[in-house]
């Protein structure tokens, strides 16, 4: 008889992206787990609260409670649920999300030891984290990766005559899409013929910022707003190369799907990335917040048609390990 559980996290694709409590409460139910979830209150306060009190009302009707882990804010809802799941001992599993939580190690210590060594066990998407756990002496951590159903992304080869540019992605700053504009700017003032789709909801003003910049220099730059999955996935194949900007990052779902399509991927250098792209042969890394590196990079796959082809080919193979089919078995494991 497949276990209870209670999923803990942001449940906003409301209002931005689709999450990951969303994407995996649909997966694990399809397998017949029996899954309450929290919390979908825009208002952060009231998210809390109503985070700990599904918890609390949850606490003899779940096995096992799972618990989204960001690196800023939202890191004390982590801390205050699993406080709550330790005085009602039930066992939690965080899972961890954010290119930056290795610095919430160190930035707060006597909470991240509390929370994660007390844990069933943590849950780290990328190897990327999970070395840093383990080099901050966290044993009790499991590598799951993010996942798709490989099924729902039809891989397309792509030609590759001009720059047709994709980013998919909230408007934050952390994720720096202010870069995607400045590339555009640079190929254009190389003679590289250029535009760019720029896929995602607002979420700290960037959104706004860009648009604005856009128009002042009069970039050929489209602003789509949320898509659906299936709306971006059909509308990728419109292009050819996928751009990540990122200055922080884990591994992405939104490269994982990129690859999975077939779309040559140039992605900064940072957080998980170089554990998910090798360089060269499954996608392109190139230093952060630099346009003329990203530029080269473009060029360098419009001139060589056969290794944006292999680089396509070889990506695809790449995420097949992504693929839920496979996946769902770590989770069967530790559930």
């Known amino acids: 008889m497949k276990k ?6 942001n449940q906003l694709s409301k209002k931005e992206t689709l999450t990951t409590i969303e994407t995996l409460t649909s997966l694990l139910r399809k397998e017949d787990y029996k899954i309450s979830t929290a919390s979908s209150v825009i208002n952060k306060a009231g998210r809390l609260i109503d985070m700990l ?7 003899n009707k779940v096995d096992t409670v799972l618990i989204d882990t960001y690196s800023t804010q939202n890191f004390y809802y982590a801390v205050y649920v699993a406080k709550l799941c330790r005085t009602f001992n039930i066992p ?6 954010g290119g930056n939580l290795p610095n919430r190690l160190k930035k707060s210590p006597r909470l991240s030891k509390k929370l994660f060594k007390n844990a069933k066990i943590n849950v780290a998407p990328s190897h990327y984290l999970l070395e840093a756990f383990k080099n901050s ?3 009790n951590v499991t590598y799951i990766p993010n996942t798709i159903e490989l099924k729902e992304y039809p891989f397309l080869l792509r030609e590759n005559s001009t720059a047709k540019l994709l980013w998919v992605r909230s408007f934050a700053s952390i994720y720096n899409p202010v870069l995607a504009l400045d590339v555009v700017e640079e190929l254009l003032n190389q003679g590289v013929d250029a535009f760019l789709c720029m896929v995602g909801p607002e979420k700290d003003g960037s959104l706004e910022k860009c648009k604005a910049i856009a128009q002042q220099k009069n970039l ?4 789509t707003g949320k898509l659906r999955k299936k709306e971006w996935i059909n509308l990728s194949k419109e292009y050819n190369i996928f751009i990540n900007t990122t200055n922080f990052d884990n591994t992405p779902v939104s490269v994982i799907e990129a690859m999975a399509l ?6 900064t250098n940072v957080g998980g990335l170089p554990f998910l792209i090798t360089n060269n042969k499954t996608g392109i890394l190139v230093p952060p917040n630099n346009a003329g590196v990203f530029v080269k990079a473009i060029k360098d796959l419009l001139a060589n048609h056969r290794k944006a082809i292999q680089v396509s080919k070889n ?3 790449e995420v097949e ?12 494991k530790i559930l």
Not at 4 to 9: A, P, S
């Open 220 to 223: 050929p730059v489209t602003f």
């Open 137 to 139: 002496g966290f044993n």
């Open 92 to 97: 939690y599993i965080p899972i961890l999300h």
């Open 53 to 59: 009190l599904t918890t609390y009302k949850n606490k």
């Open 321 to 332: 390990k992504f693929d839920w089919e496979q996946v769902k078995q770590k989770w069967f």
């Open 262 to 267: 077939g779309l040559p991927v140039v992605s």
């Open 4 to 9: 209870k559980l209670l999923y803990i996290g």
């Open 315 to 317: 990506a695809r193979l």
